[in-house]
């Protein structure tokens, strides 16, 4: 069965740094691109990064570029965000998704929360 | 940046069908998928490449797609069906993913 596991959201001041983790298994994860995506307290989806199969290329949503780092360590199955410079604009629910590609994104993590307050 | 406009809610009764719109201007180069999120939940795929339907999903969910508008039908709604429905594609590079604002779905 295919599990997505995040971990690593709480509160945190602006201006600080947290670094969320997703932790695959079911499926050969080394294989598979990866997103990161968000949801605001009572908003819509947001796509913030991916990340490819051996980590040698990223993306970023505008919004996030140049503060939060997508990373992965195919050994340990794992997907990072590393996310600096918070502001409260960034509170929300982040979910880890697998891409399969053009079947999409079958399968999400089941969210970890992020609050950016003081 | 690239944006996909959804209308915010719609509303219809048990057993009516239900469509969905989202529009693009580059729906015509890149695929569009869409997911159901109930509350407190996971989003859930439910149409990939424009009118797949992934296995599980039932038969009363179908995609279309015409120029720069993607099309969710559910027919024969259920109370069951109740839920946010997002269309999800990416810009003509295939680079920046991008969301639509969410459709309400409400069965009266």
């Known amino acids: 069965e295919v599990q997505l596991v995040e971990s690593g959201g709480g509160l945190v001041q602006p201006g600080g740094s947290l670094r969320l983790s997703c932790a695959a298994s079911?499926?050969?994860?080394?294989?598979?691109?990866m997103h990161w995506v968000r949801q605001a307290p009572g908003k819509g989806l947001v796509w913030v990064s991916r990340i490819n199969s051996d980590g040698s290329s990223t993306s970023y949503a505008d919004s996030v570029k140049g503060r939060f780092t997508i990373s992965r360590d195919n050994a340990k199955n794992t997907l990072y965000l590393q996310m600096n410079s918070l502001r409260a604009e960034d509170t929300a629910v982040y979910y880890c998704?697998?891409?399969?590609?053009?079947?999409?994104?079958?399968?999400w993590g089941q969210g970890t929360l992020v609050t950016v307050s003081s | 940046s690239y944006e996909l406009t959804q209308p915010p809610s719609v509303s219809v009764s048990p057993g009516q069908t239900a469509r969905i719109t989202c529009s693009g201007d580059a729906l015509p180069k890149q695929y569009a998928y869409w997911y159901q999120q109930k509350p407190g939940q996971a989003p859930v795929l439910v149409i990939y490449k424009d009118s797949e339907r992934p296995s599980g999903i039932p038969e009363r969910f179908s995609g279309s797609s015409s120029g720069t508008t993607v099309t969710l039908t559910i027919s024969g709604v259920q109370a069951e069906d109740e839920a946010d429905y997002y269309c999800?594609?990416?810009?003509?590079?295939?680079?920046?993913?991008?969301f639509g604002g969410g459709t309400k779905l409400t069965v009266l």
């Open positions: 999800q594609s990416a810009d003509s590079s295939g680079t920046y993913k991008v």
């Open positions: 079911g499926f050969t994860f080394s294989s598979y691109w």
């Open positions: 998704a697998r891409d399969r590609k053009s079947s999409g994104w079958s399968n």
